[in-house]
């Protein structure tokens, strides 16, 4: 077609029809709350006697989200559409060592590397059971960190909070490192979703200190996690001086930016805003010991960074020749 468009065929199987409505509905979970909420309000003569007691509740009452999290419900992190989901990339879950200690004894507080765009890894394979977290994991209660303001989104916080969603904040990761969670945490954050370009893995780490302190102050566990394949889900475009300029103000003024990025669409391969079918696997490192320090020193600090990111390395080398052969995907640390 003009201009390079590609067409999708009319005709494909079923499986891959509800694999593709698995992933619409999936990416328009924040806008379609955004609607219903607006769409609330709008006709707020009808919708008051439920949406008042529900956002007193929500916003002014219910802290749960900030006190260790929200009860995990088994049955959303099932539903079908994680699972026809997961099988559109394909989503994989890998646990590097079988024989790893992950009784859930201590306090366990694993870092997610790359953020990508919209680190589908972690909604995947760690917000739901698709990819096998029980299986993989059975002692641990995964309680993946995620914007703040996704928690003052009206209905969107029910979802999140129940897929075991906690506000990426200190109070809400101190309240959930306890031992039998798992609290993931992407490290790198918006700064290192700036840096996401296919075939290349820049990591923000090496001057983060939060996390390392965090782990020392409850002695858990560090854990490194790689995507493989999570910066490859969407093209990004290399932006101008003055729109990385614009991009880098809203980061410091909301702690949140996205990089220029296309995707495909529902009826086209190469234009629109959902990820492309590219395989997508989590692997989940060997936990790092860590001892309770409640004022740990910054030597204590750069120790354990400097062990942290060399097991992340060792991870990024034993796992890529396996899972991206034939590509010489460079791991920069920042």
Same mark, same amino acid.
């Given at each position: 077609?003009?201009?390079?468009?590609?067409?999708?065929?009319?005709?494909?199987?079923?499986?891959?029809?509800?694999?593709?409505?698995?992933?619409?509905?999936?990416?328009?979970?924040?806008?379609?709350?955004?609607?219903?909420?607006?769409?609330? /309000?709008?006709?707020?003569?009808?919708?008051?006697?439920?949406?008042?007691?529900?956002?007193?509740?929500?916003?002014?009452?219910?802290?749960?989200?900030?006190?260790?999290?929200?009860?995990?419900?088994?049955?959303?992190?099932?539903?079908?559409? /994680?699972?026809?989901?997961?099988?559109?990339?394909?989503?994989?879950?890998?646990?590097?060592?079988?024989?790893?200690? /992950?009784?859930?004894?201590?306090?366990?507080?694993?870092?997610?590397?790359?953020?990508?765009?919209?680190?589908?890894?972690?909604?995947?394979?760690?917000?739901?059971?698709?990819?096998?977290?029980?299986?993989?994991?059975?002692?641990?209660?995964?309680?993946?960190?995620?914007?703040?303001?996704?928690?003052?989104?009206?209905?969107?916080?029910?979802?999140?909070?129940?897929?075991?969603?906690?506000?990426?904040?200190?109070?809400?990761?101190?309240?959930?490192?306890?031992?039998?969670?798992? %609290?993931?945490?992407? %490290?790198?954050?918006?700064?290192?979703?700036?840096?996401?370009?296919?075939?290349?893995? %820049?990591?923000?780490?090496?001057?983060?200190?939060?996390?390392?302190?965090?782990?020392?102050?409850?002695?858990?566990?560090?854990?490194?996690? /790689?995507?493989?394949?999570?910066?490859?889900?969407?093209?990004? %475009?290399?932006?101008?001086?003055?729109?990385?300029?614009?991009?880098?103000?809203?980061?410091?003024?909301?702690?949140?930016?996205?990089?220029?990025?296309?995707?495909?669409?529902?009826?086209?391969?190469?234009?629109?805003?959902?990820?492309?079918?590219?395989?997508?696997?989590?692997?989940?490192?060997?936990?790092?010991?860590?001892?309770?320090?409640?004022?740990?020193?910054?030597?204590?600090?750069?120790?354990?960074?400097?062990?942290?990111?060399?097991?992340?390395?060792?991870?990024?080398?034993?796992?890529?020749?396996?899972?991206?052969?034939?590509?010489?995907?460079?791991?920069?640390?920042?």
């Amino acid at each position: 077609l003009p201009g390079g468009l590609e067409l999708a065929p009319l005709h494909v199987p079923m499986r891959r029809r509800r694999q593709m409505l698995a992933c619409v509905v999936g990416t328009s979970l924040i806008p379609g709350a955004a609607v219903l909420t607006g769409l609330c /309000f709008y006709f707020w003569r009808k919708t008051w006697p439920v949406l008042v007691p529900y956002l007193t509740w929500a916003w002014i009452i219910d802290k749960s989200p900030w006190k260790g999290g929200m009860r995990i419900s088994n049955w959303l992190r099932n539903v079908w559409m /994680f699972r026809h989901w997961a099988e559109y990339f394909p989503a994989t879950l890998i646990k590097a060592n079988p024989r790893a200690d /992950f009784s859930g004894k201590r306090p366990i507080l694993m870092g997610y590397h790359p953020h990508g765009i919209l680190s589908f890894g972690v909604q995947l394979c760690i917000s739901s059971d698709a990819a096998g977290w029980p299986e993989k994991f059975p002692n641990l209660s995964p309680r993946p960190c995620t914007l703040n303001m996704n928690f003052m989104m009206p209905f969107l916080r029910e979802f999140v909070g129940r897929l075991g969603g906690i506000p990426a904040d200190a109070k809400a990761i101190r309240s959930a490192l306890k031992p039998g969670n798992a %609290v993931v945490l992407v %490290v790198g954050g918006a700064a290192e979703a700036l840096d996401t370009k296919p075939g290349e893995y %820049v990591l923000t780490l090496a001057r983060r200190t939060g996390f390392f302190r965090l782990a020392l102050q409850h002695g858990a566990d560090l854990v490194p996690c /790689f995507g493989f394949g999570e910066n490859d889900i969407f093209e990004t %475009v290399k932006p101008s001086s003055l729109v990385r300029k614009i991009q880098l103000k809203a980061y410091k003024l909301m702690s949140f930016s996205m990089p220029l990025f296309y995707g495909r669409g529902v009826f086209t391969y190469n234009m629109g805003m959902l990820p492309f079918r590219r395989p997508l696997t989590v692997v989940v490192g060997d936990p790092i010991l860590t001892e309770k320090t409640a004022e740990p020193t910054k030597e204590q600090i750069d120790e354990l960074k400097e062990k942290y990111i060399a097991a992340l390395r060792q991870l990024h080398k034993d796992w890529a020749p396996r899972l991206e052969p034939g590509r010489d995907s460079t791991l920069m640390i920042l």
